[in-house]
């Protein structure tokens, strides 16, 4: 099966509030209040990120596109030949979702993987409220990366049945990351496993199938410097200073969310066409994406100097 790319994902959360004022001051994204929360709006589609308020801070699904109702159809019955429970969306979620087909199903690490056809384009512009433009159309809407307990039965998950192709790996220490693509866009899906001793707990508990973070690219390197600024003005922690990644070429920087995971905020990655050919790093970055200083350190450094 090919899939066409990202399509959406939804979260659950407490903080609707705070994503509010979030996507729209920080990410430069429209939002638009739901009877269970929110939906944020990228590009030309009516949503592309939907926010459910709750009593959590989970990630809830991410939507894979196909073209139309023949390849959803097609990819339905390839993944129960392959043996996968495979469900139909009912009317119910169809409207929620506002698309004209989908299925869904689990991953190995229980994330709930959803393939639609037909989402909604609006029928108005779309306005940032801080005049970013982001790269979408055949690239999806971004990326998504999460860590994961099984890295070889998500590889083969993702790679032999839902089709994705591999771009590169990064290896760091016991952890290898696999970036995969399904369109031009360097990665739409990236995953962190441990692959040396993975019986060894490591450090820090990971959850499987948490999200670590997701990336939205600009078509402007001063849109992001702009989103760094309003950052450093209290608009939300960075995770992660300004650098160029070292694979897909991005020039991004990393802000903590009102849900507590990351959004990697981007200009400039490199975009792939098959046949390609995968290799490793050793690293994630060429420069930069450091962890800023915590404000006590700073402070101490700043009584030494
Ligand atoms: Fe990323």
Known sequence: MQLSGLGYFGLR??????????????????????EDGL??????????????????????????ELPGPAELDAA??????AGVVVKRADEALLRERDVLGLVHLEDPNGI?????????????????????????????????????????????????LLGFRVSDFCDLGRKRIAFLHTNPRHHSLAFAGLVIDPQRKPKK????????????????????????DRCLDGG?????TIG??????????????????????GYGAITVSDPWVATRVDGTSLWGHRRPPRPAQAAAEGAQA
Do not use: C
């Open 39 to 64: 939906r944020l709006r990228v590009d030309d589609r009516d949503w592309r990120i939907a926010l459910h308020q709750s009593d959590a801070e989970e990630f809830a699904y991410v939507g894979w």
């Open 76 to 81: 339905a019955a390839e993944l129960e030949a």
């Open 236 to 240: 939300a922690p960075i995770a992660l």
């Open 244 to 265: 160029r990644h070292s694979n897909d070429k991005m020039l991004s920087f990393y802000a903590v969310t009102p849900s507590g995971f990351e959004v990697e905020y």
């Open 112 to 160: 709930r993987v959803e393939l639609f056809h037909g989402a909604r384009t609006a029928t108005t512009p779309f306005l940032s409220p801080t005049g970013a433009r982001f790269v979408t159309g055949d690239q999806g809407l971004g990326h998504v990366v999460f860590n994961v307990d099984d890295f070889e039965a998500t590889y083969r998950f993702y790679t032999e």
């Open 205 to 228: 508990d990971i959850d499987p199938g948490e999200l670590f973070h997701f990336m939205l690219e600009v078509d402007d390197y001063d849109t992001v410097g702009y989103a760094y």
């Open 13 to 34: 959360t407490r903080r609707t509030d705070e994503w509010r004022t979030f996507a729209e001051d920080v990410l430069g994204l429209q939002s638009r209040t739901t």
